[in-house]
Antibody, heavy 118, light 110 residues
């Protein structure tokens, strides 16, 4: 079955950096576009970034553009999110999800919590 | 900036029917926005319910259905059950690689 395991979250000071990972199994990662979605504590879901299966295109929400980079290593079935210049408002659970049919979010991992605080 | 709108909260009686909507701050939702719907209970990851306006994801009961009603996407739950009490999110694909979630609807079954 599909498994998505996010990792790399933790506590970081404002202005700091963090790299999140998402290890995927149970589906053909190498031919799947992948998303990052986040959810601040007590708030709704927010789309963060998308990467095509071949890294040919990457897209970002305006709220993170210029500070966050999505990438992937298809040889390791792993998706990454490099987060720089972190702000308190980046505090959230970060989920990865493959692109599903009809531009949907197909499956969801359990997420990894990022806390930006001094 | 595009805002996707959802009711903040809704309540339904057990066995009743409820329709949640997903609109745009400016303009109408059409199938070209590929509306999809997700259910989330506190502390859990979201679960995909509906994609492409009205296609149920694998394993989703047929009491959940999606449609376009007027100028909005809609999620209808028929015969609501206690464990349908959750947060429901819609998301619209804006094209050019941008997705926007609605703020979510907290559904209470009582």
């Amino acid at each position: 079955q599909v498994q998505l395991v996010e990792s790399g979250g933790g506590v970081v000071q404002p202005g700091g950096s963090l790299r999140l990972s998402c290890t995927a199994s149970g589906f053909t990662f190498t031919s799947s576009g992948m998303h990052w979605v986040r959810q601040a504590p007590g708030k709704g879901l927010e789309w963060v970034a998308f990467i095509r299966y071949d890294e040919s295109h990457k897209f970002y929400a305006d709220s993170v553009k210029g500070r966050i980079t999505i990438s992937r290593d298809n040889s390791k079935n792993t998706l990454y999110l490099q987060m720089n210049s972190l702000r308190p408002e980046d505090t959230a659970v970060y989920y990865c999800a493959p692109l599903g049919l009809g531009q949907s979010f197909d499956y969801w991992g359990q997420g990894t919590l990022v806390t930006v605080s001094s | 900036q595009t805002v996707v709108t959802q009711e903040a909260s809704f309540s339904v009686s057990p066995g009743g029917t409820v329709t949640l909507t997903c609109g745009l701050s400016s303009g109408s939702v059409s199938p070209s926005y590929q509306p999809s719907w997700y259910q989330q209970t506190p502390g859990q990851a979201p679960r995909t319910l509906i994609y492409s306006t009205n296609t149920r994801s694998s394993g989703v009961p047929d009491r959940f259905s999606g449609s376009i009603l007027g100028n909005k996407a809609a999620l209808t739950i028929t015969g609501a059950q206690a464990d349908d009490e959750s947060d429901y999110y819609c998301v619209l694909y804006m094209g050019t690689g941008i997705w926007v979630f609605g703020g979510g609807t907290k559904l209470t079954v009582l």
